[in-house]
């Protein structure tokens, strides 16, 4: 059973920096490749960043200089690095990967940026 569990959202004020995780299970994690997606009450990039299996990256433009995308094959962990947040990075951020045409999400956790 494939399993995604993410954590780390929390409120932040405009400027501030969070970590998000996503620990995965059920899966052969070092052959898969994860995006975070996020979906916010602004409808927006909702890709927000993806990781291969070989570590190739890619960010959407509104995320590009300001978030961090890695993986720790160790820990079945992907993260999410967030820094210099805007309010409308606000958003619940899901994990996410693709099995045999399945895809798999996590329950999601919510960002909130707001002064």
């Known amino acids: 059973q494939v399993k995604l569990v993410e954590s780390g959202g929390s409120s932040v004020l405009p400027g501030g920096s969070l970590t998000l995780s996503c620990v995965v299970s059920g899966l052969d994690f070092s052959n898969y490749g994860f995006g975070w997606y996020r979906q916010g009450p602004l409808k927006r990039d909702p890709v927000a960043s993806i990781?291969?299996?070989?570590?190739?990256?890619w960010y959407a433009d509104s995320v590009k200089g300001r978030f961090s995308i890695s993986r720790d094959n160790a820990k079945n962990t992907v993260y999410l690095q967030m820094n210099n947040l805007k309010p409308e990075d606000s958003a619940y951020y899901y994990c996410?990967?693709?099995?045999?045409?399945?895809?798999?999400w996590g329950q999601g956790t919510q960002v909130t940026v707001a002064s």
């Open positions: 990781i291969t299996d070989d570590t190739t990256i």
């Open positions: 996410r990967t693709v099995r045999y045409g399945v895809f798999y």
